[in-house]
């Protein structure tokens, strides 16, 4: 067949020659050793986990080696995009600081090696599905529904039962030039399949950064390089921009590297050097169903979508920090010898990322944000409590903003010092942690939360005692020692020592008795330190809820 004959009658009307295209795309010049890395979603909902995971990644190596990260939108399937995926994707890089420098970001397309969506680059990839038919590596298939329609599946089962290969080639690949030539003619759609070479049983090596050298089945598929749309499907856009665009490193999930054979083949096709590969693992759990460890799924896990911990009020930090944890082993003992260092500092390296899929752990992140929201100032935390409600709890945001003072009250108490204190999990932890501060939040009826440890008498007989001798203009150790004298009339032990020789013969000692107060103010026997909370409430509220309590038992 005249190949060149056969890539005029399929593309008579190419723009660019592939020549013309390389010559728009000249080589980066970029110090040695600086990675082009990408992030290159496709705009089909929200931004995932895994691909968060990647993001970061890209931005690391980035960061790290003085490099480019530029921002590349795979919008080919017209059927699955979902508006606004893009800008919100970038949105959310953003907030967490880890914006692309070129291609799409938020001020707009920058960059000289554009454009950065797929959708606008139809010209280029023709060039290079022309280029295919003259060498005589593509052809057309007229197929109604090339991609897995039942026609050719029914083509492929018979030719499977006739030669008992698992060879996936076209029907269309025996097809004369004459016959292509009638049904363009007839006005006939065309997808373009790669001519696979392979046959089975051959194999091919693969280079990955992270997981080295992995030797793979040949790929055996007449791969679709253009739909009969004419849009490429991500196998051919690919290598062509990656190429073009100058990217050395391709990071991208680890499920694709099962057609990473296909996009080899394309590579070879074009006689483009493939770059280096990191196949990222993917973030599991275990199935609640199956009991089975299984990759984080769109449908069943509502933390695959990263704006699930935006909702949940986790600082970005305490995420990063999460994910990096996940990405580089290195990172857990990086963050003990340096605490309190910016993290984008952190020295990652792709020899140190982890090969085998990591769970999600929950208990694991709940613990680094503690210690995140521990290392920031009680301003810090009371304007991100803030800025969480006002996305996601109005009404909160209003009572947290009435009660500025008394918010940053409790949140300085303990945060000084070397062990800070941790009880916040999340920004949104707040509302039900402090709901004891604020009048609007607190239930009557908690305050009446006592055990059986201590008997109603005596509860009434204590609280009606420290309400009537009320008095929180001292200092802490003096009101201590308050308290400790009611305790005391009271038939608690003053001596510790005394109250352990012989526990029976008391009500209990003075931390028992300060836990009724606690109780009776909060309702809670979880507060930080008791002496401060009655204070920052006030003697006229701390009265009220002791006359409620009192009333009420
Ligand atoms: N568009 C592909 C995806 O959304 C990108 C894979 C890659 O990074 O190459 O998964």
Same mark, same amino acid.
């Given at each position: 067949?005249?190949?060149?004959?056969?890539?005029?009658?399929?593309?008579?009307?190419?723009?660019?020659?592939?020549?013309?295209?390389?010559?728009?795309?000249?080589?980066?010049?970029?110090?040695?050793?600086?990675?082009?890395?990408?992030?290159?979603?496709?705009?089909?909902?929200?931004?995932?986990? #895994?691909?968060?995971?990647?993001?970061?990644?890209?931005?690391?190596?980035?960061?790290?080696?003085?490099?480019?990260?530029?921002?590349?939108?795979?919008?080919?399937?017209?059927?699955?995009?979902?508006?606004?995926?893009?800008?919100?994707?970038?949105?959310?890089?953003?907030?967490?600081?880890?914006?692309?420098?070129?291609?799409?970001?938020?001020?707009?397309?920058? #960059?000289?090696?554009?454009?950065?969506?797929? $959708?606008?680059?139809?010209?280029?990839?023709?060039?290079?599905?022309?280029?295919?038919?003259?060498?005589?590596?593509?052809?057309?298939?007229?197929?109604?529904?090339?991609?897995?329609?039942?026609?050719?599946?029914?083509?492929?089962?018979?030719?499977?039962?006739?030669?008992?290969?698992?060879?996936?080639?076209?029907?269309?690949? =025996?097809?004369?030039?004459?016959?292509?030539?009638?049904?363009?003619?007839?006005?006939?759609?065309?997808?373009?399949?790669?001519?696979?070479?392979?046959?089975?049983?051959?194999?091919?090596?693969?280079?990955?950064?992270?997981? =080295?050298?992995?030797?793979?089945?040949?790929?055996?598929?007449?791969?679709?390089?253009?739909?009969?749309?004419?849009?490429?499907?991500?196998?051919?856009?690919?290598?062509?921009?990656?190429?073009?665009? =100058?990217?050395?490193?391709?990071?991208?999930?680890?499920?694709?590297?099962?057609?990473?054979?296909?996009?080899?083949?394309?590579?070879?096709?074009?006689?483009?050097?493939?770059?280096?590969?990191?196949?990222?693992?993917?973030?599991?759990?275990? *199935?609640?169903?199956?009991?089975?460890?299984?990759?984080?799924?769109?449908?069943?896990?509502?933390?695959?979508?990263?704006?699930?911990?935006?909702?949940?009020?986790?600082?970005?930090?305490?995420?990063?920090?999460?994910?990096?944890?996940?990405?580089?082993?290195?990172?857990?003992?990086?963050?003990?010898?340096?605490?309190?260092?910016?993290?984008?500092?952190?020295?990652?390296?792709?020899?140190?990322?982890?090969?085998?899929?990591?769970?999600?752990?929950?208990?694991?992140?709940?613990?680094?944000?503690?210690?995140?929201?521990?290392?920031?100032?009680?301003?810090?935390?009371?304007? $991100?409590?803030?800025?969480?409600?006002?996305?996601?709890?109005?009404?909160?945001?209003?009572?947290?903003?009435?009660?500025?003072?008394?918010?940053? =009250?409790?949140?300085?108490?303990?945060?000084?010092?070397?062990?800070?204190?941790?009880?916040?999990?999340?920004?949104?932890?707040?509302?039900t942690?402090?709901s004891y501060?604020f009048k609007e939040t607190l239930s009557k009826q908690n305050l009446l939360g006592? *055990?059986?440890?201590?008997?109603?008498?005596?509860?009434?007989?204590?609280?009606?005692?420290?309400?009537?001798?009320?008095?929180? *203009?001292?200092?802490?150790?003096?009101?201590?020692?308050?308290?400790?004298?009611?305790? #005391?009339?009271?038939?608690?032990?003053?001596?510790?020592?005394?109250?352990?020789?012989?526990?029976?013969?008391?009500?209990?000692?003075?931390?028992?008795?300060?836990?009724?107060?606690?109780?009776?103010?909060t309702g809670t026997?979880?507060?930080?330190?008791?002496?401060?909370?009655?204070?920052?409430? #006030?003697?006229?509220?701390?009265? $009220?809820?002791?006359?409620f309590?009192?009333?009420?038992?």
């Amino acid at each position: 067949m005249d190949y060149n004959k056969l890539a005029d009658l399929l593309f008579p009307n190419n723009k660019y020659t592939v020549e013309d295209v390389e010559k728009m795309y000249p080589a980066r010049k970029l110090p040695a050793g600086a990675q082009v890395v990408r992030f290159a979603p496709s705009p089909t909902g929200y931004l995932h986990l #895994g691909h968060f995971f990647q993001a970061i990644t890209n931005k690391f190596i980035a960061l790290q080696s003085n490099g480019v990260f530029y921002f590349r939108l795979e919008d080919t399937d017209k059927r699955r995009e979902v508006a606004g995926a893009d800008k919100l994707a970038l949105e959310f890089l953003e907030e967490y600081n880890l914006g692309p420098n070129e291609g799409l970001t938020i001020n707009g397309d920058i #960059g000289d090696y554009g454009p950065y969506r797929q $959708s606008e680059r139809g010209e280029i990839y023709r060039a290079y599905a022309k280029r295919l038919v003259e060498k005589g590596r593509a052809f057309p298939c007229f197929c109604d529904a090339p991609e897995g329609k039942e026609e050719i599946l029914e083509n492929r089962e018979k030719m499977l039962e006739e030669t008992a290969s698992i060879m996936e080639h076209d029907p269309c690949r =025996g097809l004369t030039f004459e016959e292509i030539q009638s049904n363009i003619k007839a006005g006939k759609g065309f997808a373009l399949r790669l001519l696979s070479p392979n046959k089975e049983g051959d194999t091919i090596k693969v280079y990955d950064l992270i997981k =080295g050298e992995r030797e793979i089945p040949a790929n055996l598929k007449d791969v679709v390089l253009l739909k009969n749309d004419g849009i490429p499907p991500y196998p051919f856009a690919h290598p062509i921009d990656d190429h073009l665009m =100058g990217t050395t490193i391709v990071v991208r999930g680890e499920d694709w590297f099962s057609s990473v054979n296909q996009h080899i083949d394309i590579f070879n096709a074009l006689d483009i050097k493939p770059m280096n590969y990191i196949h990222t693992p993917l973030i599991c759990k275990i *199935d609640a169903e199956t009991g089975n460890k299984r990759k984080l799924s769109k449908r069943k896990d509502p933390e695959n979508n990263v704006f699930f911990f935006k909702e949940a009020g986790y600082p970005n930090v305490a995420v990063l920090e999460y994910l990096l944890n996940l990405a580089n082993s290195n990172f857990e003992s990086w963050r003990v010898q340096n605490p309190q260092a910016d993290i984008f500092s952190f020295p990652f390296s792709i020899k140190k990322m982890s090969t085998g899929n990591p769970m999600f752990d929950l208990i694991k992140l709940n613990d680094i944000s503690k210690n995140v929201i521990s290392r920031m100032t009680a301003d810090e935390v009371y304007n $991100s409590v803030l800025v969480w409600a006002e996305e996601f709890d109005k009404d909160f945001a209003k009572i947290w903003k009435d009660n500025k003072q008394k918010a940053l =009250g409790v949140l300085a108490i303990g945060r000084e010092g070397e062990r800070p204190r941790k009880d916040l999990t999340t920004f949104a932890d707040a509302k039900t942690l402090y709901s004891y501060m604020f009048k609007e939040t607190l239930s009557k009826q908690n305050l009446l939360g006592f *055990d059986e440890k201590v008997d109603k008498a005596t509860i009434k007989e204590f609280l009606t005692k420290y309400l009537a001798n009320l008095d929180l *203009d001292v200092d802490n150790q003096q009101w201590f020692n308050q308290v400790k004298e009611i305790a #005391g009339t009271c038939g608690f032990a003053t001596d510790n020592k005394e109250y352990k020789a012989n526990p029976t013969a008391f009500k209990g000692n003075v931390a028992d008795a300060c836990a009724l107060i606690r109780i009776a103010i909060t309702g809670t026997n979880q507060t930080p330190d008791l002496c401060t909370i009655l204070k920052i409430l #006030g003697k006229e509220e701390v009265k $009220s809820r002791l006359e409620f309590v009192i009333g009420n038992l």
